[in-house]
């Protein structure tokens, strides 16, 4: 069976982004035409869909590290602010957008509060594993020595 750990991120995020842009409870918020994703950042990004890759990535992180807070997960998508002359220092990620990811996972039930953090639903591991196994076809089609594995 392939989980998550079995194939690469990239790919992954890619597949869950098509799977999730379905999904009327992952809308994207008014403020995500405007929003940076993070003080560091000096530019909002250029990825129309940024914001779906972003609920893949975000879900990904719950099953890999699960039970897990808004605060670890702000540092994960944090990065180094550039100062100008002085030395940098880095800056977590935006909370808003993090909160509002999380929201909308719940509301489809892909994950679930505990009284350590969101973790995993069985319906969002399955979602996962479905689409870890739909990566590693996709892999095994291009590579075709990999297909054995």
Partial sequence: MTTVYDVP???LIKIMTEKIKGMK???PPEFVKFVKTGVHKEKPPLDDDWWYVRCASVLRRIYIDGPVGIERLRTYYGGRKRRG???PKFRKGSGAIIRSVL???EAANLIEKTPKGRKITP???RLLDNA???V???IAKQIPALAKY
């Fill in 136 to 138: 590693q076809k996709r």
């Fill in 103 to 105: 929201k909308g996972l």
């Fill in 25 to 27: 409870e992952l809308e």
């Fill in 123 to 125: 319906e969002g591991q």
């Fill in 85 to 87: 002359s002085k030395p």
């Fill in 9 to 11: 991120a990239d790919e």
């Fill in 132 to 134: 870890s196994r739909d």
